[in-house]
């Protein structure tokens, strides 16, 4: 195992229900009510990619003028959000992070977020190595353009890789990248199989890089 890339929203910080929070205030300014068959639709995406599914669901023209002010006003609602609350981490990811720090592997944040957000949840610093955020890859996550870069970044083989994710994009993106994967799914109507090179656990509480090699 070369490199551990970890995702951060619902898979690091317990952020999710804040941009439920974000989405339900959104899905009531579009005259509708937030379901969790959209929110099962856009876990782990970027905002380019969520908006317009979103504005679609709810019978809204998805007009560039119209994608962009919706983007623009959620990512400035979570900023407030993210501000004003004190994320925690989920079970099982300082014990991990810890141990892998120990052993002096390699890691990296990868996630769907933007830089804003990304900031935010690491002023207290981290072990990481690269930091990379939603808005600075051409293509994001399913595609494997994030992980990709990341492992390059790194200087490591993505194929010894293990991506830590909580979505159905963001496995698809590891796997795309040819990484291992370990699915930990955080949000309701999200049902992800095992298979190879691919753990599916409730919790990263217990999990080793013992685990994570394993996969490699």
């Known amino acids: 195992m070369d490199a551990v890339l970890w995702d951060m929203d619902g898979l690091m910080v317990d952020s999710e229900p804040l941009w439920t929070l974000a989405e339900q205030e959104l899905a009531r300014a ?7 068959q ?26 560039p003028e119209r994608v962009a002010a919706t983007a623009d006003g959620l990512l400035a609602r ?22 892998l720090a120990d052993e002096r592997v390699p890691m990296a944040l990868v996630s769907s977020s933007y830089r804003v957000l990304v900031d935010a949840v690491l002023a207290g610093g981290g072990p990481f190595s690269v930091t990379l955020a939603g808005d600075e ?40 990248a040819g990484c291992a994967v370990v699915a930990v799914p955080s949000v309701a109507g999200v049902h992800l199989a095992p298979g190879p090179r691919r753990l599916v656990v409730p919790t990263l509480a217990g999990v080793t890089p013992a685990d994570l090699r394993a996969l490699v």
């Not at 099962?40 to 007009?63: F, M, Q």
């Not at 990341?150 to 963001?170: F, I, M, N, Q, Y």
């Open 30 to 36: 579009l005259g509708g009510t937030w379901d969790a």
């Open 38 to 63: 959209i929110k099962a639709r856009i876990v782990g995406t970027r905002l380019d990619l969520a908006v317009p599914l979103i504005l679609a669901h709810y019978g809204v023209a998805a007009t």
């Open 78 to 99: 979570m900023v407030e959000l993210y501000a004003r609350d004190d994320l925690q981490l989920l079970p099982g990811v300082g014990s991990l992070l810890a141990a």
């Open 137 to 176: 890859v051409e293509v994001g996550k399913p595609a494997p353009d994030p992980y990709l870069l990341a492992a390059s970044r790194l200087g490591v083989d993505a194929t010894r890789c293990v991506v830590l994710e909580d979505s159905p994009a963001g496995v698809a993106s590891g796997e795309a």
